[in-house]
């Protein structure tokens, strides 16, 4: 918790002006630190901001783009929008659930992989997309996806 906290605060040091319109940035850059935003974070944020926690609370849960519960080291986003699904996007995440062994919205028990459907991700002329950790991979197949999977899993061995 401690180390939690003082990883907070050099955040907060970069947006040292108290203005509003630091939130959005000040939680992208929480949520780039931790892969995730805790209560901590949320409380920490509050105070620098002079903004209570439900204002905050309110404008993170708006966005798709922000999570409160820890995410794998590689966060897997499948695009589930209609021309991602009329691409195959259903195959690409039942095989993404076999090799992962996981459901949407879930993390690999050794915290290496978290699944993330989402309704679009906004790269409609590329389907099916998924991203991972904001790398996007466009136009895959179940194949792809296969190999994608084992090499993130060869990058995390070394």
Not at 107 to 133: H, K, W, Y
Not at 134 to 139: G, I, K, L, P, T
Request: one cysteine or more; hydrophobic letters at 35%.
């Amino acid at each position: 918790m401690a180390d939690e906290t003082a990883r907070i605060e050099v955040i907060l040091k970069r947006f040292p002006q108290i203005k509003r319109n630091a939130l959005i940035p000040l939680l992208q850059a929480v949520q780039d630190e931790f892969g995730y935003i805790s209560e901590e974070a949320i409380s920490r944020i509050g105070a620098h901001l002079s903004l209570p926690t439900s204002k905050i609370y309110g404008l993170a849960t708006f966005y798709n783009q922000f999570s409160f519960t820890p995410r794998g080291f590689y966060h897997v986003v499948l695009c589930n929008g209609t021309s991602c699904h009329m691409s195959g996007s259903g195959e690409l995440l039942s095989e993404l659930a076999k090799l992962l062994e996981i459901k949407d919205g879930e993390t690999t028990r050794d915290g290496l992989f978290s699944l993330e459907v989402q309704s679009c991700i906004g790269a409609c002329g590329q389907s099916p997309v998924m991203a991972v950790n904001c790398e996007y991979h466009s136009r895959i197949s179940v194949k792809e996806v296969r190999e994608i999977i084992k090499q993130y899993r060869e990058d995390a061995d070394r």
